[in-house]
């Protein structure tokens, strides 16, 4: 089956700076790639997701990318702000609405 | 435009005993998945329902088992709780089985077995 490895664990960075999380995956089948954001005892909720026609997504200060030959994305946020302090969780799957594959979860800080 | 709701919110349970939770999917959506979250992991998937079968399961013990109602509403059910069961169960609901659009997850149901 899929297995879905995210780096780093935790990740610490100044307000203003960028920050970046990446992931690799093992099923060569796999197409849709999202990313969830995670608050303190709360729902994980979709901030951007790629398919696999598409090597890179931008919205607004978050950005992915897509290497299918290497098997891995990334997450791109810039301007970093307090409240993007939170739980980043990249997942796999063979579609959008199949069994999603998570990784295992970076925690990020912003400090202002 | 009602999002995915879950019941209870928390729950405390004894080792060995049964426990149900359940989920109702966001407006429109008819697939239902479940996810177990550990703390400090990412979630896990345990199953997927839609027509009311179970079409997907992922790598979890027949103790747990679950059920879809023709409303879309779904339950989970797991019997003989050990102390490992203990986390955050998540509910996410997509439309159509298979379907390109994204699963939206519930707020959860945290679970402690003691």
Redesign the interface.
Known sequence: GENVEQHPSTLSVQEGDSAVIKCTYSDSASNYFPWYKQELGKRPQLIIDIRSNVGEKKDQRIAVTLNKTAKHFSLHITETQPEDSAVYFCAASWNAGNMLTFGGGTRLMVKP | DAG?TQSPTHLIKTRGQQVTLRCSPKSGHD?V?W?QQAL??????IF?YYEEEER?R??FPDRFSGHQFPNYSSELNVNALLLGDSALY?C?S???????????????TRLTVT
Do not use: H, I, R
Request: hydrophobic share 25%; no cysteine.
């Open positions: 995915v697939t998945s996810y400090g992991q990412g979630p896990q998937f997927q997907q992922g790598n998540l996410a997509s439309l159509g089985q298979g379907a390109s659009e994204e699963q939206y997850f519930g707020p959860g």
